[in-house]
């Protein structure tokens, strides 16, 4: 059974955040930037939650954290899509009360993430999409900003972080009080059809959270979404699983059953944390009582072998 569709009373806990800045094969020269970028979001989402922050303060500050790296697929450092142009899709989802915010198909803005907490906030709707929903967002200070604002800097560009890494970020956090949020952001798959849409935007596929856990994904965005994978790792956890083996279970389940790899973290109402990816490499990073760890990969995984 699941949780009641009614807010719930989560316990104190001692707060934890995960993020992730994305997983595939992150090119050699990117891989230690990326991990770094990760350590310091986590951290950022620490100190807040430490502060007495709520987890959705946390989350979405990690993420803005993530949205302004270069390194990673997000914000500044998005990829462009078949026609050059940049779209942004991001969403965040609250645990306790399962409120959802979605934003998919942005045209540029620095912080979409931003979006996606305005909509979950102020709007009666769970997802906007297309430039209308940035002309909404302006009600709420979310502004368009130049396309050039999202461009990678010289340094970046020879070749673009997300030509063969990159892929999307995201952050779980728990507060406090107990209380359970995840957030997704993400620049797209480079040279996608303009008007694709992928996992990261969708609510149980990029994104999800309930008083049970809170899972983000990153990947292929077509197994990812047929697989509404996010939700299929806090079911896992749901059922009983250590997340680290809910993720594990359910990025392989993916593999195999669609041929797409990808990664996945998670965090469940105790503040265990799960991360798997079945991608060559996975940033990440973890910041919790025992201090901040991080990495480009998750150290000691297989590849868990598949068709693609
Ligand atoms: N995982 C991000 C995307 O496919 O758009």
Do not use: N
Not at 85 to 113: K, Q, Y
Not at 126 to 135: H, K, N, Q, R, S
Not at 159 to 183: K, M, S
Not at 254 to 281: C, E, F, S
């Amino acid at each position: 059974m699941h949780a009641p569709d009614r807010p719930v009373e989560p316990a104190p806990a001692d707060p934890v955040i995960v993020v992730h800045g994305g997983a595939w094969d992150i090119p050699q020269r990117w891989r230690e930037e990326a991990a770094g970028v990760c350590r310091a979001a986590a951290a950022l989402g620490r100190r807040l939650l430490v502060d007495g922050a709520d987890a959705i303060d946390a989350v979405c500050a990690a993420i803005r954290h993530m949205e302004d790296a270069p390194v990673l697929d997000a914000g500044i450092g998005a990829a462009p899509d078949a026609f050059g142009d940049f779209s942004l899709d991001a969403s965040l989802m609250r645990g306790s009360d399962r409120a959802c915010g979605a934003v998919a198909r942005l045209p540029p803005t620095r912080h979409p993430i931003d979006l996606a907490r305005a909509v979950l906030e102020h709007s009666p709707h769970v997802m906007l999409a297309g430039p209308e929903a940035l002309a909404w967002g302006a009600e709420h200070g979310v502004m368009p900003c130049p396309a050039a604002d999202l461009a990678l800097p010289p340094a970046y560009r020879d070749p673009p972080p997300y030509l063969d890494g990159g892929d999307t970020v995201g952050a779980v956090a728990l507060d406090r009080r107990g209380a359970l949020v995840a957030g997704t952001s993400t620049g797209g798959v480079p040279g996608r059809h303009p008007a694709r849409v992928g996992d990261s935007p969708l609510i149980g596929c990029g994104t999800y959270c309930d008083p049970r856990g809170g899972a983000g994904s990153t990947g292929k965005g077509e197994a990812i979404i047929r697989m509404t994978l996010a939700r299929a790792a806090v079911d896992a956890i749901g059922a009983g699983a250590d997340p680290t083996a809910a993720c594990k279970a359910c990025v392989v389940d993916m593999l195999r059953l669609t041929g797409g790899r990808g990664g996945l973290i998670a965090l469940d109402a105790r503040g265990r944390v799960g991360l798997w990816h079945t991608t060559p490499a996975m940033a990440w990073a973890v910041a919790d009582g025992t201090g901040v760890r991080g990495h480009w990969r998750v150290i000691g995984r297989g590849l868990d072998r598949g068709p693609s």
